[in-house]
């Protein structure tokens, strides 16, 4: 019997080493994949930065991620300047509105929708959109910008109108208090 709990005891005790030096395996293998990620971020965002034109950022990365990694290789792209960006000239307010006629009804509806949002008294836009909604039909639409244009067009006369008739109010109700001033004088 004492044989046998000899052996049991030597297998528990060498599964036990067996489990702990896997466990350790595990450990330095999972810090290496984290090292690895690390490095891999570090060189992500320095070739981000060298891509900015941000060179001494590119540099504090790259040179963070040697710490980490002692046997890496300084990359060629690091010391290459960065191409500039070309810019492309974006289209004028008339290309822009002569694409939108080109689109489909709905499509140009949406679009001169969305336009007239951020800039309600565009009216280039309006007249388009008016034009466009004569021409499919579209009797709600042509209401409403039609309504809005001659609304802008009629409103020079309708400010000098409302001053005339504020003005008359004025006198009259001038006229009123001194007309009671003078009965009620004694």
Not at 34 to 56: N, W, Y
Request: hydrophobic content about 45%.
């Amino acid at each position: 019997m004492s044989k046998w709990v000899f052996k049991v005891g030597l297998v528990i005790v060498f599964v036990c080493v067996l489990i702990s030096s896997a466990q350790a395996n595990v450990r330095a293998t999972r810090m290496r994949q984290g090292f690895d990620r690390k490095v891999t971020e570090l060189m992500i965002l320095a070739q981000q930065a060298r891509d900015a034109g941000d060179m001494a950022n590119a540099e504090l990365f790259w040179m963070h991620a040697r710490e980490l990694r002692p046997s890496l290789p300084r990359p060629a792209w690091l010391d290459r300047k960065p191409e500039p960006v070309v810019v492309q000239a974006l289209p004028s307010e008339e290309e822009l509105l002569e694409r939108i006629a080109s689109l489909p009804y709905e499509q140009a509806k949406f679009l001169l929708e969305e336009r007239l949002s951020k800039d309600p008294g565009n009216k280039k836009v309006r007249r388009l959109f008016l034009d466009l909604a004569q021409q499919n039909a579209d009797h709600a639409e042509v209401t409403r910008h039609k309504s809005l244009l001659t609304l802008e067009n009629s409103g020079s006369w309708a400010v000098y109108l409302w001053y005339g008739a504020a003005l008359l109010i004025l006198v009259l109700l001038i006229w009123q208090v001194s007309a009671l001033y003078n009965d009620l004088k004694p």
